[in-house]
């Protein structure tokens, strides 16, 4: 008897899924991380226009000046709540990537689990065919000797 083949191909298959499944954690980590630096940049932006805004509003100025500047605040604020969308949507996909990756390793850890028991299963059928060649071999000498 030998060990299956079968089992250490479908190890491999479960140790490439972990390995994809890795990848993919890691591009969603990525992808999150650069939104969230997006939005710190935005935030950026925002308080030095506002304090622009608040430098303009000190000073003489015309109308068209706080209307632009309050305009562009309108507009990094809309980018602001788009990123902030995008974040949400960023860590719901590292969550699910995350969950995807700890099935890969489970199942991973199944079929290794499967490629142990077959091999043990082949050593204990060996050990049991060397106990019965011993025993054989036993009374092989033992019916000689009388």
Request: proline share 1%; aromatic share 4%; charged share 30%.
């Amino acid at each position: 008897m030998k060990p299956r083949d079968c089992w250490p191909v479908l190890a491999k298959k479960a140790l490439e899924g972990v390995e994809l499944a890795q990848s993919r954690v890691t591009l969603a980590r990525n992808k999150l991380d650069q939104l969230e630096t997006s939005r710190g940049k935005i935030l950026e932006m925002m308080a030095e226009y506002k304090s622009q805004s608040n430098i303009i509003q000190a000073r003489l100025h015309s109308m068209s000046e706080t209307t632009n500047y309050r305009h562009f605040i309108t507009q990094l604020q809309l980018v602001l709540k788009q990123a902030e969308q995008q974040i949400s949507q960023a860590q719901a996909d590292l969550a699910t990537e995350k969950s995807n990756l700890m099935q890969a390793e489970l199942k991973k850890m199944k079929m290794d689990a499967l490629v142990e028991q077959d091999l043990a299963a082949v050593k204990r059928w060996e050990r049991k065919m060397e106990q019965k060649q011993m025993d054989a071999l036993g009374v092989t000498l033992y019916n000689l000797k009388t």
